[in-house]
């Protein structure tokens, strides 16, 4: 949580400071968190807090207060997310616990923990979204893959859900043969970057995935799980980003909003156990709102088997949106 805090002291240094309005998070509503988790796992969780501080697996902790403070960011992301179509103003909201690996029942795909998350705002964001009639992209940069998220999406052909992560690392899913169920092939794009892999990977990513794809599915919202654990500095992976890949991505969004090619933007804070977290946070959101110049990074493919792989999952895509019409 530390870091949280240290992140918002080095955005009030920033020229982006004055771009930002500082909100609370919205009185908690277990109606958001229905949307995306079965009732038997939120009764689960609401009793496991009432038990006080322990952990309820390897990695995963609660208190007295987790339920109604996560209960509450879920209902922040749902009115966030709804709020954020409608003014075009884009929202970032900084959750702990986090959330993207906290599927429908817990944990997802296999994965053997819940992964210091408890419930999934990207996904209840989403769903709040689709449920108006509104085509959602998800972008997952954390270095570790959201499959709470793509096991609650599985076959919903309404979400486009890109996940951006380090392979061979907890909680070891999202292949690239990882396109979808049935009904939504090729919505669920997944990108295993290599150990190593650094700011002209992930842009060479973003040229020549990310913005294809976006233009295939044609979004009205883009939903942001905002890890910041891909950094050089950070103790939990092995990746090399800088704080210059997110400010790129920062500028990269804020063209598509400004542009009006989206019409809705929420970001929610995923991971960071380093000082790479708090600068990297700060260049991110200097990126949106524009107080920063985008830095100039030369794209180098992340591999020939991982782009020959992901061409596939681009005309899977086609294909789906093709039936969506």
């Not at 020229?15 to 009764?43: C, F, G, M, Q």
């Not at 429908?104 to 992964?115: C, H, K």
């Not at 899977?316 to 969506?324: A, C, I, Q, R, S």
Request: some cysteine; proline content about 5%.
């Amino acid at each position: 949580m530390w870091r949280v805090e240290e992140s918002v002291w080095e955005l009030s240094t920033s020229p982006a400071w004055t771009h930002i309005d500082i909100l609370k998070s919205s009185r908690p509503d277990i109606n958001s968190v229905l949307l995306v988790h079965d009732p038997d796992y939120v009764e689960w969780v609401r009793n496991e807090c009432s038990k006080g501080f322990h952990y309820v697996d390897p990695d995963t902790y609660v208190t007295e207060y987790t339920y109604e403070v996560a209960l509450s960011f879920a209902t922040t992301a749902m009115n966030a997310a709804l709020d954020a179509v409608k003014t075009s103003i884009p929202w970032f909201i900084l959750a702990r616990p986090g959330g993207h690996h906290a599927g429908r029942r817990g944990p997802a795909m296999g994965a053997p923990t819940l992964g210091f998350c408890i419930f999934d705002y990207i996904a209840i964001a989403a769903k709040s979204l689709i449920d108006k009639g509104v085509r959602v992209m998800v972008i997952d940069f954390d270095a570790h893959h959201g499959n709470g998220t793509q096991e609650i999406f599985w076959d919903e052909p309404r979400v486009l859900h890109i996940d951006i992560h380090q392979r061979w690392i907890y909680p070891g899913t999202g292949n690239l043969d990882d396109v979808g169920g049935l009904n939504a092939r090729g919505t669920k794009v997944n990108i295993p970057l290599y150990p190593g892999s650094n700011d002209s990977h992930y842009v060479y990513v973003i040229n020549e995935v990310i913005e294809p794809a976006r233009k295939i599915f044609n979004p009205k919202a883009i939903l942001v799980f905002a890890g910041f654990d891909a950094h050089r500095d950070d103790r939990l992976t092995q990746l090399n980003t800088t704080e210059d890949l997110y400010s790129f991505i920062g500028h990269y969004l804020r063209e598509l909003l400004e542009s009006g090619l989206i019409k809705g933007l929420v970001s929610v804070l995923g991971g960071g156990y380093g000082r790479g977290m708090v600068k990297s946070l700060r260049s991110y959101v200097e990126g949106l709102v524009g107080t920063s110049k985008k830095p100039v990074i030369k794209p180098i493919s992340p591999g020939d088997d991982i782009m020959q792989a992901l061409t596939k999952v681009l005309d899977m895509l086609k294909e789906t949106v093709n039936k969506l019409h």
